[in-house]
Every structure is written in C-alpha cells, then in structure tokens.
T-cell receptor
Framework: GAGVSQSPSNKVTEKGKDVELRCDPI?????LYWYRQSLGQGLEFLIYFQGNSAPDKSGLPSDRFSAERTGGSVSTLTIQRTQQEDSAVYLCASSRQGAKLFFGSGTQLSVL | EDQVTQSPEALRLQEGESSSLNCSYT??????LFWYRQDPGKGPEFLFT???AGEEKEKERLKATLTKKESFLHITAPKPEDSATYLCAVQAGGGSTLGRLYFGRGTQLTVWP
C-alpha cells in the first residue's frame, strides 16, 4: 500500500481481556517499530524489528506485551490481560534501515 | 540517559505572527534530529532531518536549525492550517538501536485567524 496501515483504528476492551493490534508496513521497508502515545506524554518506544535480526524488545513495559513480525512484513502487537493503564494510542512505523520513519494513524485502545 | 525536551508545551499565534519552537537534547552521539508534525487522530508526519550543527532546512513557512545542544523550528507568517503538534526526536549513536527515535512531548501550536 501507499502508507503504513494499522487495524483496528479503535479498540474498546474490558480489563483482563487480551487484544491484538495489527500493522501492515510500507512495502520494501525492512524496519518496523511500535510506539505508544499516552495523553500528554511523548511517544514511548516499545519494540523494533529489523529484517531477520532478533527484535529489540527493550521498550516493552511488561511481559504482558509481545509482538511478532511474520515474513518480514505484517506485525502483530499482543497485550495480554489488559489493564486500564494500557489505554493509549499504539503507533506503528516503518522505514528503510536507519532512515526516516513513516507512521500509521494508530490504534486507539481503551481498557474499561 | 538520552533526553529530549521541547518548549513551550503550547503556543498560540495570530496568523502572520512568526515564532520559534525549541527542542533541547542530550544524547550519546547524535546520529540525527527529526521534526514531525502530528494532527489530531493521525500519526506523526515527517518534516525534516538534521545531522550536524549548523545545518538548516526549509519547507514552505518552516525552517529547522540545529546546534550542538538544541534545534529550533522557525515558523514564518503562520497560517491556521499550520496548527498541529510539532514533535522533535533524536536518533542516538552508541549502543542505541539503529533507527530508534527518542521523542519529546511536543509543542501544540494553534494559529488563529
């Protein structure tokens, strides 16, 4: 596609449920990032995939968070046993290695 | 620890009233400094990359400059459509993940007619 695509655009879930967020990066971009943006806060780095290398998971806030990238393209961010503090906008970005990031429009996650 | 601080947090300008946004940073070996624009409900949109002190880049009414400690985003004769949140981010060297950006909290700019 022409840009980074994220789905769903909005997700409302109950505390304790698991959620999956999807990111479809720009074709040909080898790097893929997940960031989280909470109200009034800066973008918080979560995880980074580069080609076939082991992902950098250093930003994941707890073991309830995990992500995978299949076939070097689509990525899924999974949050298990969601908590209210997980409510935020989850942004995905892709880039050619080391170059500027292109962001999707994000998934607004609300945990009730 | 790598840090990025933006000021002011919010800025209101009358149309045509020029001003500057500030981004100060402390990183271990700057690889690049990025400016993004973010509209409500959308992801950040790339504006500029600066790599070395003294570098300047321009796009329409925007001009970004870089020193060894900070960057400025100058807005000349702004229009209401320039209203957005402007984000600054740095890409660090050393042991940081290649490509990982550290973001400031942004400056929310409002331009009124």
């Amino acid at each position: 596609g022409a840009g980074v695509s994220q789905s769903p655009s909005n997700k409302v879930t109950e505390k304790g449920k698991d959620v999956e967020l999807r990111c479809d990066p720009i074709s040909g971009h080898t790097a893929l990032y997940w960031y989280r943006q909470s109200l009034g806060q800066g973008l918080e780095f979560l995880i980074y995939f580069q080609g076939n290398s082991a992902p950098d998971k250093s930003g994941l806030p707890s073991d309830r968070f995990s992500a995978e990238r299949t076939g070097g393209s689509v990525s899924t961010l999974t949050i298990q046993r969601t908590q209210q503090e997980d409510s935020a906008v989850y942004l995905c970005a892709s880039s050619r290695q080391g170059a500027k990031l292109f962001f999707g429009s994000g998934t607004q996650l609300s945990v009730l | 620890e790598d840090q990025v601080t933006q000021s002011p947090e919010a800025l209101r300008l009358q149309e045509g009233e020029s001003s500057s946004l500030n981004c100060s940073y402390t990183v271990s070996g700057l690889r690049g400094l990025f400016w993004y624009r973010q509209d409500p409900g959308k992801g950040p949109e790339f504006l500029f990359t600066l790599y070395s002190a003294g570098e300047e880049k321009e796009k329409e009414r925007l001009k970004a400059t870089l020193t060894k400690k900070e960057s400025f985003l100058h807005i000349t004769a702004p229009k209401p459509e320039d209203s957005a949140t402007y984000l600054c981010a740095v890409q660090a060297g050393g042991g940081s993940t290649l490509g990982r950006l550290y973001f400031g909290r942004g400056t929310q700019l409002t331009v009124w007619p």
